[in-house]
């Protein structure tokens, strides 16, 4: 089992799992050396541009160029041209305005995937019910008089599962979840928009294989994260605060009051409090759990350290624990799974947060009032800014631009849309020094391979699995920090062979579910000749931005292997090519 | 019983302080075991394995009071009893391939050893036994990773860290760097028929784009894809007729034992199996655990067997994120508990003996009055075997916050 405790499936979600995580942190920070936008590093000397001072602002193609890799998840065929057309500030208005984007075609794309129009309870009575039926099934069946009965093996277990058609396993709300974020970050139009789920949905990291966080991660991401990113930041995060699946993932559902600090309760109740609710992890179920239950400090802990002030962020052990009492009774609903308030368990005695005490007697009002100062402090501002400058500009931010960031975050009240703003207009964003310097994370490497190519996907398991291997198996990040945003995390000698591979297969159009075409993307005079199909290929999938080096080390590739234009292995040629050129160094990075 | 016990004495197999017999590798080995050459390969039993059912304190009455459905029963009962380790453990009858690894000394047990950190919950033990640091989930690396980059080696391996594992593992994760695959033979870049030349090309491009200080990284990503293809490490045949089981488990390990004979440059393996939460259903001496039982010894004793000498080596280290109840519960299974037990074997482990306290299983001694208390943190075991056989010099950076106390030094490992 992975980790993930008796889950009736933990063994289907290692499926997802299994090719995964590859190699996250692994060996050679080897792209960290090669890629990162250290001075001198000769993938930076753009030939038809060469970097001057620090200062240097970028052509208005590579405006368009940033833009697109920073702002989205890199350009399609022919989209630099359109965004030169439009003018890139326009189309940085509209990015920042995404209901004013129209996205017609991406619903058609989606319709395949149930699971994201269900709510939690339909989600948990379709998959995980019976899963558990099942297993109560096994359980039943072993137990009864024969002591010397042998259980059902391994095997046998999983033969039982197998009966449970594959549409309706437990890991396929993963796999759903997963595919439409790549088909969303493929396929639609409001490309920041999704550029900022992914990052929301990092900062609120949740491991939607902990147990009962299987069945609740899609309304998080759908009702709780989704709507509201382009709002208020104290907003969002009281919405986090009290969502299922957080109250899950970071354990605040089971954390109750010390006995002596819970309210007093009439005999009779007290008898009926022997059965006192609680989620349990153990079993990743609803059980009666406890009236030895204590405070967990998880989700106070990381809700200062994570998701507002930051590590150093100036709280206390103190603090932790005074918050986390705060915070007791915020819990789930044994039926139906939403949040509940439980007075009972909440703990009423004085507490001080932070140097903000509340005296006792208080309910759930106190928990709201800390969690939206929480959001409005100057600690937050900095972190927030921090964390957005390091995903959108470089991986060691400007002190500049996150001062202006953490400044306009503190005068709007957290106004996420300005917030952004702030950073996209400032003057660094457009700073040459930051053009192509950011190493992609695995999940924008591959999105924006797709999109380059101008591919197919059906987003489903294979290019799912790519994903994993190169380290970042979606919604599967299990420590709350999430998936790190710099580059160190992810090259390695494990993850970049994965990336090789990919690039290969999809140029090849061998990734199942996903279709490429390469040679249609070149006219066809330029694919029957081999130095002009790498010219070609070279501007059409990354903007002539190639260094030297790798033009003549795929150039020479050619010479080896010229074939003639009628030969069918010409296409085979230019797969190469495109493989060659979307495993570079340079496509590595945005 | 008793008979075996005098047995074992007199054979000087049950180990005294002092007084231990080289074990059975060590005495194999043809020449010395330079440091250089030495391999730690540590598994992860997932799920929490129920330690007091693997290793059986049978002296124990409480231990049969509280299994009445699940006890394996006492040596010397007939079939399906305990093998007796030294008159008051005994081993899992699953668990006799391992029995001889315990009695020619190459094979040692610690009991009672876990976690000090008291949670229940497997996400976050396992995360606390990987990281190093039980209690602080801010860590960001895994402890064996921090162990390989506080260890200076000549020419260090792009592959001197590797798990046999879908995923890199959160104990392998980290600045120094690991690999992680699960076939061996797929390692490498697959272009077709084209996958000479692309992975060629691909070597050149970002041989061209090498700069700073991590320029040797660069290199060493091809060379581990280079080194593989060479070595040809799934060639190797098991050896000395072992046997391993057929299953992901037998297989990583096969693939550990080739790659160590392929003398790749690795120095910690990794690997792990799960199926151990034995919640319903857990069975004794047949059923759920037995049968995981059965696939981790046989998978063991045959790894040993192929090494043979080279496992002098070697040092092999098993362990689980914590242990189970002690009273067996409604469903013939146990809970989640708080101590375990681990397995240590191969070079350097001064084997056939049992380490650690026991604080015995009256429920005056039980942890929260129903676990088998931890007397013993995994750290030590695992201090011991980094600084000793494979020569990690300072301990702080992969235990931060840790010291081994010297007092509680086990003395599991030899010199």
Redo the contacts between chains.
């Keep these: 089992m992975v980790r993930t405790g008796n889950l009736p499936d933990a063994g289907l979600v290692r499926s997802l799992m299994a090719t995964v995580r590859n190699t996250r942190r692994g060996i050679a920070l080897l792209l960290a050396g090669t890629l990162s936008a250290s001075a001198g590093s000769p993938i930076l000397a753009v030939p038809a541009a060469p970097r001057t001072a620090a200062t240097a602002s970028m052509s208005s193609r590579e405006q368009a160029l940033q833009a697109l890799n920073r702002l989205a998840f890199g350009p399609r065929p022919g989209e630099v041209d359109r965004v030169l057309e439009m003018g890139v500030s326009r189309w940085i208005d509209s990015q920042l305005a995404p209901e004013t984007v129209a996205d017609t075609l991406l619903p058609a794309r989606l319709q395949n995937l149930p699971t994201l129009a269900m709510s939690s309870e339909e989600i948990f009575n379709v998959y995980e019910k019976p899963v558990r039926d099942a297993r109560r099934q096994r359980r039943l069946a072993s137990s009864p008089a024969s002591a010397n009965e042998i259980p059902m093996t391994r095997e046998e277990a999983a033969e039982a599962q197998e009966k449970i058609a594959p549409e309706k396993r437990p890991r396929r709300v993963i796999e759903e979840l997963s595919s439409a974020r790549v088909l969303r970050a493929a396929y639609s139009e409001r490309q920041l928009n999704e550029v900022l789920v992914d990052f929301w949905m990092n900062h609120f990291n949740v491991y939607a294989a902990k147990g009962l966080d299987r069945v609740l991660t899609t309304s998080f991401e759908r009702d709780v994260v989704r709507p509201r990113i382009w709002g208020r930041f104290e907003d969002l995060l009281l919405a986090t605060a009290k969502s299922p699946a957080m109250l899950f993932y970071l354990d605040n559902a089971q954390s109750v009051a010390d006995p002596e600090h819970r309210p007093p309760v009439p005999a009779r109740a007290a008898a009926r409090r022997a059965a006192a609710e609680a989620m349990s992890e153990e079993s990743g179920t609803v059980v009666r759990v406890v009236r030895r239950g204590g405070l967990n400090e998880n989700y106070a802990r990381e809700l200062m350290e994570l998701h507002t002030l930051g590590v150093d962020g100036g709280y206390t052990q103190k603090d932790v624990t005074d918050l986390a009492r705060v915070l007791t009774g915020w819990s789930l609903e044994r039926e139906g799974g939403g949040f509940v308030f439980r007075e009972r368990v909440h703990d009423i005695g004085a507490k001080t947060v932070l140097g903000h005490t509340f005296s006792a007697g208080g309910g759930i009002e106190e928990g709201e009032e800390i969690i939206r100062r929480l959001a409005r402090h100057p600690a937050t501002a900095r972190h927030i800014a921090r964390q957005l400058v390091e995903r959108f500009l470089s991986d060691d931010p400007p002190a500049a631009v996150v001062d202006r960031v953490a400044k306009k975050f503190l005068a709007t009240d957290g106004d996420l849309r300005q917030t952004v703003r702030a950073l996209i207009e400032s003057p660094e964003f457009f700073d040459r020094t930051f053009y192509r310097g950011k190493v992609k994370s695995p999940f924008e490497y591959v999105a924006s391979a797709i999109r380059a190519t101008g591919a197919e996907t059906n987003g489903r398991v294979p290019v799912l699995k790519q994903i994993a291997q190169m380290g970042e198996p979606l919604y599967l990040c299990q420590p709350p920090t999430g998936y790190s945003d710099a580059a160190s995390a992810w090259v390695n000698t494990g993850s970049l062979v994965s990336r090789l591979n990919f690039a290969l297969a999809l140029s090849a159009n061998k990734l199942p579910g996903t279709s490429v075409d390469i040679a249609r993307l070149i006219p066809a005079a330029d694919a029957a000749d081999p130095a002009r199909s790498l010219e070609a290929l070279a501007k059409v999938l990354i903007a002539g931005d190639l260094t030297p080096a790798t033009r003549a080390t795929i150039a020479k590739q050619l010479e080896v292997r010229t074939a003639p234009a009628d030969d069918p292995s010409a296409n085979t040629q230019i797969a190469l090519i495109a493989g060659l050129i979307l495993g570079s160094p340079e496509f590595q990075k945005q | 019983m008793l008979n075996r016990r005098l047995f074992l004495k007199s054979t000087g197999l049950a180990v005294v302080a002092g007084g231990f017999l080289p074990n059975v590798f060590v005495r194999m080995a043809s020449a010395g075991t330079p440091a250089s050459r030495r391999v730690l390969v540590a598994i992860f039993q ?2 929490a394995v129920d330690g007091l059912n693997v290793v059986v304190p049978f002296a124990e009455k409480a231990y049969y009071e509280a299994r009445p ?1 699940i006890a394996i029963p006492r040596p010397g009962s007939g079939e399906g009893a305990a093998l007796d380790l030294d008159g008051f453990f005994g081993l899992h009858p699953s668990l006799s391939p391992v029995l001889p690894l315990f009695k020619d000394g190459s094979a040692a047990f610690v009991h009672a050893v876990g976690s000090p950190d008291a949670t ?4 976050d033990a ?2 606390f036994m990987e990281s190093g640091t039980p209690g602080v ?2 860590t ?2 895994g402890f064996l ?1 921090r162990a390989i980059a506080g260890k200076t080696v000549p020419k260090p391996s ?1 592959l001197r ?1 590797l798990a046999v594992s ?3 593992p ?1 104990i ?11 076939n061996v033979s797929e ?8 996958s000479g ?2 992975s060629d ?2 070597e ?3 041989a ?8 040797g ?2 290199r ?2 091809f060379e ?2 280079k080194i593989l293809k060479s070595a040809d490490p799934s060639k190797i045949s098991p050896e000395n007729g072992a046997d391993y089981p057929k299953g992901p488990f037998g297989n990583s390990l096969k693939q550990i034992a080739q790659l160590i004979k392929a003398n790749v440059g690795m120095e910690i393996a990794f690997t792990d199996i ?4 034995t ?5 004794g001496v ?3 655990l037995s ?2 039982l059965r696939d981790y010894g046989q998978g063991i004793a045959a790894f040993a067997k192929d090494l043979g000498s080279r496992m002098a080596d070697v040092t092999l280290v098993t362990m689980s994120e914590f242990g189970r109840t002690v009273r067996e519960n409604g ?2 299974g146990t ?2 508990g708080h101590a375990n037990v681990m397995l240590v074997a191969g070079g350097g482990v001064k084997g056939g003996k049992i380490y650690g306290r026991w604080p015995g299983l009256d429920s005056s001694h039980l942890y929260e009055n129903r676990d088998l208390e931890v007397t013993t943190d995994f750290r030590d075991v695992f201090a011991e075997i980094l600084s000793k056989r494979l020569a990690v010099k300072d301990l702080k950076p992969v235990f931060p916050g840790y010291e081994l106390v010297e007092k509680k030094r086990l003395g599991i490992i030899a010199g």
Excluded: C
Excluded at chain 2, 172 to 182: D, K, R
């Design positions: 997932r799920g459905s229940r919950s497997h996400f396992q995360d989930k801010s960001t690396d990773s792009p860290a879908p995923s890199l959160r392998l994760s980290g600045s120094a760097g690991a690999v992680s695959m699960t390692f490498g870049i697959r272009g077709g028929e084209s030349a692309a090309s691909f050149s491009m970002y061209d784009t090498v700069a700073g200080t991590l320029q990284t660069a060493d990503s581990a894809v799960g199926g151990w939460d919640h319903a259903g857990e069975g047949n059923g759920q049968n995981r469903n013939r809970d989640h």
